[in-house]
């Protein structure tokens, strides 16, 4: 069974600049949640979709960060427009109601 | 508002000795908790986990102890291996109608371990 797909695997931007992540979930999975890891902190969640509908959001700062799940299958992350405390790792991980399968992460740094 | 606390950024044990990992919880809502282990640049992989109707669940080497009056659970890997080196994470939620995990996931802040051979 394939895991979670997430590219890119690293990023490197200037503050201000945009950036999109995508994650591919592992199959038949409904539930798709976005994390970010800040180094030295355990991921916090930034959104969980069920399908391709929001179930939370509430720690998702929605002046800059957007999430989308069009077809209930992937999901793409966005940033717009970057500040330097954005730099961390972003998590996608899947689940179908159970435990939550993490992909590797994409490593953003913001210059 | 740190819900979930390790308090011990690391640990060091010698290979073959006992790890003892400890993680602490302050919200009372809290009724299913895992542990989670990371190596470098990969997601977090799921490793053992409890709900709150029990206060021990064991796995192989691993076994994870849960004292609800403390609000306070533990994960002990008995020996430990070198192979077991990687940063490891608590995570509590509130439990979903299947008795597994319900959804959004309140990580610690990690505890990096070294078992040295």
């Known amino acids: 069974e394939a895991g979670v797909a997430q590219s890119p695997r690293y990023k490197i931007i200037e503050k201000r600049q945009s950036v999109a992540f995508w994650c591919n979930p592992i199959?038949?999975?409904?539930?798709l949640y976005w994390y970010q890891q800040i180094l030295g902190q355990g991921p916090k969640l930034l959104i969980q979709?069920?399908?391709?509908?929001?179930?939370?959001d509430s720690q998702l700062p929605k002046d800059r960060f957007s999430a989308e799940r069009l077809k209930g299958v992937d999901s793409t992350l966005k940033i717009q427009p970057a500040k330097l405390e954005d730099s961390a790792v972003y998590l996608c991980?899947?689940?179908?109601?159970?435990?939550?399968?993490f992909g590797p992460g994409t490593r953003l740094t913001v210059l | 508002d740190q819900q979930v606390k390790q308090n011990s950024p690391s640990l060091s044990v010698q290979e073959g000795r006992i790890s003892i990992l400890n993680c602490d919880y302050t919200?009372?809502?809290?009724?299913?908790f895992l542990w989670y282990k990371k190596y470098p640049a990969e997601g977090p992989t799921f490793l053992i986990s409890?709900?709150?109707?029990?206060d021990k669940n064991e796995d192989g080497r691993f076994t994870v102890f849960l004292n609800k009056s403390a609000k306070h659970l533990s994960l002990h890997i008995v020996p430990s291996q070198p192979g077991d080196s990687a940063v490891y994470f608590c995570?509590?939620?509130?439990?979903?109608?299947?008795?597994?995990?319900?959804?959004?996931?309140?990580f610690g802040q990690g505890t990096i371990l070294t078992v040295h051979p």
């Open positions: 199959s038949g999975h409904a539930t």
């Open positions: 991980a899947s689940s179908l109601g159970g435990g939550q399968f």
């Open positions: 979709f069920q399908n391709n509908g929001v179930v939370d």
């Open positions: 919200n009372s809502m809290f009724d299913y």
């Open positions: 409890i709900s709150s109707i029990k």
């Open positions: 995570a509590a939620s509130e439990m979903g109608a299947g008795g597994t995990s319900y959804g959004k996931l309140t």
